[in-house]
């Protein structure tokens, strides 16, 4: 009697672990009755070689969900919720056992569409060779997909060098997603696509735009100083602007005091010398 039935998915996860981890440091979740929605947490490592002995430096970490196919991904409520919540870039990885391949594809814009629409009941990730400018298909009515673009392949015949410079493509991708991820976190609602930036106005941002705008205001008056007392070039007009600005926030806020962030920043400016006339 054999001890358990072939499971195509083991096999899967397994030529995916040994690909990746000429890479990454790779783990898996604990295994339970219930898919949890990710096969693998990967730590991103580079190999730097400052002197006779090579390390492995750890970069960005990602969560990959192994499939068999390209077919699209229709994503359950409770996978939508998951993926809403987590907090690194998140993956579809496609394995090929009779290629020995795993190809990679990128969910880098889930955070752009979870902020454009805060509750999907339907959506699907949709694998697609590369982007032609937009991210998403679909409406509030029939339900939204998402094209997660292709990264790259690791392939068992990769030399070393191959799958360190798949492994950079994908680095500088999860950098992107986190960045994404950064600014949903952050509440800034700002994101970077690939026909410039995509800027989100709702009921969420109307809470958080206005003190996200003083932070901004007080990293440009930090920043004026600088330049002024490292002699960089700057004119009176573009310091007369900031401080203009701050008077007016603070004639706007009828008597209730400015952060002291805010306030520190205005000093720090004030106290700067002039740039010439």
Not at 29 to 36: E, G, I, R, Y
Not at 40 to 61: G, H, I, Q
Not at 105 to 119: D, E, K, V
Request: hydrophobic share 40%; net charge negative.
């Amino acid at each position: 009697m054999p001890l358990a039935a072939t499971h195509s998915g083991w096999e899967n996860e397994h030529l995916a672990t040994y690909l990746l981890s000429r890479v990454a440091f790779v783990a898996s979740p604990l295994k339970v009755a219930d898919d949890v929605g990710t096969d693998l947490f990967c730590t991103l490592f580079e190999r730097v070689k400052p002197d006779a002995t090579e390390l492995l430096v750890p970069r960005n970490s990602i969560a990959v969900q192994l499939k068999s196919s390209r077919d699209d991904l229709r994503l359950k409520p409770w996978q939508i919720e998951y993926l809403a919540r987590l907090e690194i870039p998140y993956y579809v990885g496609v394995v090929d056992q009779s290629q020995m391949t795993l190809t990679l594809f990128s969910a880098r814009y889930l955070p752009m569409l979870i902020t454009f629409r805060g509750r999907h009941s339907v959506l699907t990730l949709e694998l697609v060779d590369e982007l032609d400018g937009a991210y998403r298909k679909g409406d509030d009515e029939s339900g939204y997909s998402l094209l997660c673009p292709m990264v790259g392949s690791f392939c068992a015949t990769d030399s070393l060098g191959q799958a360190q410079t798949t492994a950079a493509t994908l680095r500088q991708d999860a950098r992107d997603g986190l960045k994404a991820i950064a600014s949903r976190l952050n509440a800034e609602y700002i994101f970077d696509t690939l026909n410039g930036v995509e800027i989100f106005a709702g009921a969420d941002s109307a809470k958080t735009f206005g003190e996200n705008f003083m932070r901004r205001l007080a990293e440009a008056l930090y920043n004026m100083a600088w330049l002024l007392n490292n002699h960089e070039p700057v004119t009176c007009a573009e310091v007369d602007f900031y401080l203009e600005t701050y008077d007016r926030l603070e004639a706007m806020v009828d008597g209730e005091p400015l952060p002291a962030y805010l306030q520190a920043a205005r000093v720090e400016l004030e106290s700067a010398p002039r740039p010439p006339v």
